[in-house]
Each structure stands twice: as structure tokens, then as C-alpha cells.
């Protein structure tokens, strides 16, 4: 997802020195000279000749290589989720637009906006911060799983919450979108019940309605 001039100079504000990225991510100060100096980790030098890395950049360097990335770093990037916006994404339109009326009637508490394909559900994420995306797998331009690894990787949006969700019948792409970040998967045809309440309990609307199954075709990320 491509970020606008604006939004990296805003966001590009906490500078740390090689020692203050050793210690974030629990190695010795070396160990982050190497990453620097092998140019695996990008950074700038100061007139002093001291390394200096920008937070945006020591979190995609951690995000490329699967490593945790520190609270700390997610808490500087991150801009604030707008808890009242839901997203759907799915290129099927009658689909999204009856998940859509769904929501807004169970959960009259949220706005919900709809995207059709990767590139328009891009653009909706980085300038609205939607607090739950509904994100369809198998979608023109950008595919779910490719979209999905790239909320996860752009910490200038906050943590969104995601429920993929697939008419395609594979373990793999459960599997590949749960690695990917989703916090849920729910396969179609969709248990609509069972869906809106993921999406409140997401949303930290309140318990679950009761009797409400959460059934095998929901996967929740520990």
C-alpha cells in the first residue's frame, strides 16, 4: 500500500541510534551495525559518524524478516483507528453491499464503507483508518493475503482488525491468511451470525449475543 510524501515526513519523526536498535530488539549494539552496515537495515549517518534509523524503517526491516516488533515502535507509528468505520472488501458487490446493510443493522454503533477490489480497499485503509476490515481473499489488483501482509507491515495505519474470508476451499490459504495477520477466517457460504459477532467482539462492542456459534468456519488467531 503506498504511502502519500505527506504522511512520511509525518510520520518519520523518532530517529534511534544503533545501540537504542540493539537494545529494542535484544541484541548486542554489533549485531545492529552489521544489519546496517551489510544494508539490510536502512540508515543515515550523522556528521559524528553515528548510525541513525528511522523508526518507519527499523519496523519494515523487522516486518520483512518475520521478528517481532516491539510495542514501543507500533505505539510511536501508529495513527489512531477510527472506531466507528468498518471495512468491506469483496469484489462480489451483492455480497458486500448485504454485509454491509447487516452490519449496519446489527451494529448501528459503526459507519461501514465498501471497497471492491485491493487497490480502492488500499486507498480507504491508509486515509481512513477503518478499525475492522472484512477482507475477501480472492480479489482483482492486490489479492487478500498480499493486502493483508501489507496492513500488518504499515504501522502508520494502527492494527485494524481483519476477518478474511474465501469461497475457495483450501487449508493453504486459511493457513497463509492467519500468517498473514488476520485475527479471523470464515469461509462461504458465511454464517452471518457467527460473523457479527466476531465482528463486535473485534470491535469491543460488548459479549457476544447469546446463543450466537462461533462453528468451524470461524478460525481465531491466538
Same mark, same amino acid.
Given at each position: ?6 504522511s ?5 519523526v523518532? %530517529?534511534?541510534?544503533? $545501540?537504542?536498535?540493539?537494545? =529494542?530488539?535484544? *541484541?548486542?549494539?554489533?549485531? +545492529?551495525?552489521n ?8 540508515a ?28 514501543e ?7 489512531p ?16 453491499? %448485504?454485509?454491509k446493510? $447487516?452490519?449496519?443493522?446489527? =451494529?448501528?454503533? *459503526?459507519?461501514?464503507?465498501? +471497497? ?10 491508509a ?15 492486490i ?5 493483508c ?21 483450501s ?18 457460504? =458465511? ?10 467482539e473485534l ?20
Open positions: 500500500m503506498g504511502k502519500t510524501g505527506m512520511k515526513i509525518d510520520k518519520r523518532r %530517529i534511534y541510534s544503533a $545501540l537504542e536498535v540493539a537494545n =529494542l530488539c535484544g *541484541v548486542v549494539n554489533q549485531t +545492529a551495525i544489519w546496517i552496515k551489510s544494508g539490510y537495515l536502512k543515515f549517518m550523522t556528521p559524528g559518524g553515528q548510525f541513525r534509523v528511522y523508526a518507519e524503517d527499523l519496523v519494515a526491516f523487522l516486518t520483512e524478516r518475520g521478528m517481532r516488533i516491539p510495542a515502535l507500533t505505539e510511536e507509528l501508529s495513527a483507528l477510527d472506531d466507528t468505520l468498518v471495512l468491506v472488501v469483496d469484489d462480489d458487490r451483492d455480497l458486500n453491499t %448485504i454485509l446493510r $447487516l452490519l449496519e443493522r446489527k =451494529l448501528p454503533q *459503526v459507519r461501514v464503507a465498501q +471497497a471492491f477490489d485491493g487497490f480502492e480497499a488500499g486507498k480507504i485503509i486515509e481512513r483508518h477503518p478499525a475492522l476490515i472484512f477482507l475477501d481473499v480472492d480479489l482483482p489488483g489479492d487478500g493475503t498480499s493486502l501482509k501489507r496492513i500488518r507491515s504499515d504501522a502508520s495505519i494502527g492494527r485494524p482488525a481483519v476477518i478474511a474470508m474465501t469461497g475457495l476451499d487449508e493453504d490459504i486459511k493457513a497463509d491468511m492467519l500468517k498473514a495477520g488476520a485475527d479471523s477466517f470464515f469461509q462461504k457460504p =458465511l454464517d452471518f451470525e457467527a460473523l457479527v459477532a466476531r465482528a463486535q470491535l469491543g462492542l460488548g459479549a457476544e449475543a447469546p446463543g450466537s456459534p462461533q462453528g468451524p468456519a470461524s478460525q481465531h488467531k491466538s
